[in-house]
């Protein structure tokens, strides 16, 4: 099992732009997530989904969003690229919410300038 | 969801044993402690989660008292590679609302030689 894959490792963006960051599981888990950590600072949850077609917020959603269409895959979506946007994004996902462990990917470092 | 508080940094040496308290006394009684660490450049590992007592796995230990307010994770011998972010984490044991899963800033566990 390849786990938790997020594409791509590294993006600089220009203030405006738009882009989607691709993540994948092949765990067959319901859950899935997207975090965001700035330097030196913890995880916030950006959305999070409970199976395909079911999504929702979590503690910083704006200038996001998000769509699971499938088990397997969790996109995110930034639209007009903010330099409040520069940040390490993670993707997760577990097999169910609440204390069941997650599994991250690798992240994605993401610059906008 | 439970607030957690838990020592910002720590510095020890290899080869000692090294204890990270956390608080969390606003627990409930259907929640779980979670402990996750993280290295530099990488996505957070579940390392090990407890309900009450003691559990121990290949790579740490985990003491909660018996009023749950509290939590310890042991980590015996340490080496440099472990030095890294520990995160403490009370979760609830079913799915719920996930909206507000917050990993805080954890604590910086540095290891010297």
């Known amino acids: 099992n390849a786990g938790v894959t997020q594409t791509p490792k590294f993006r600089i963006l220009k203030i405006g732009q738009s882009m989607t960051l691709q993540c994948a599981q092949d765990?067959?888990?319901?859950?899935m997530y997207w975090y965001r950590q700035d330097p030196g600072m913890g995880l916030k949850l950006i959305y999070y989904?409970?199976?395909?077609?079911?999504?929702d917020k979590g503690e910083v959603p704006n200038g996001y969003n998000v769509s699971r269409s499938t088990t397997e895959d969790f996109p995110l979506r930034l639209e007009l690229a903010a330099p409040s946007q520069t940040s390490v994004y993670f993707c997760?996902?577990?097999?169910?919410?609440?204390?069941?462990?997650?599994?991250f990917g690798p992240g994605t470092r993401l610059t906008v300038t | 969801l439970a607030k957690t508080t838990q020592p910002i940094s720590m510095d020890s040496y290899e080869g000692q044993e090294v204890n990270i308290t956390c608080s969390h006394n606003?627990?409930?009684?259907?929640?779980?402690i979670t402990w996750y660490q993280q290295f530099p450049s990488q996505g957070p590992r579940f390392i090990i989660q407890?309900?009450?007592t003691k559990v121990t796995n290949e790579v740490a230990s985990l003491f909660i008292p018996a009023d749950r307010k509290s939590s310890t994770l042991s980590l015996p011998r340490v080496s440099l590679s472990d030095t890294a972010v520990y995160y403490c984490?009370?979760?609830?044991?079913?799915?719920?609302?996930?909206?507000?899963?917050?990993f805080g800033k954890g604590t910086k566990l540095s290891v010297k030689p």
């Open positions: 997760a996902s577990s097999q169910q919410g609440g204390s069941y462990e997650q599994y």
């Open positions: 765990m067959n888990h319901n859950y």
């Open positions: 989904s409970v199976g395909a077609g079911i999504t």
């Open positions: 606003n627990i409930a009684t259907n929640d779980y």
């Open positions: 407890g309900y009450k």
């Open positions: 984490l009370v979760l609830p044991n079913y799915g719920g609302s996930q909206g507000n899963l917050i």
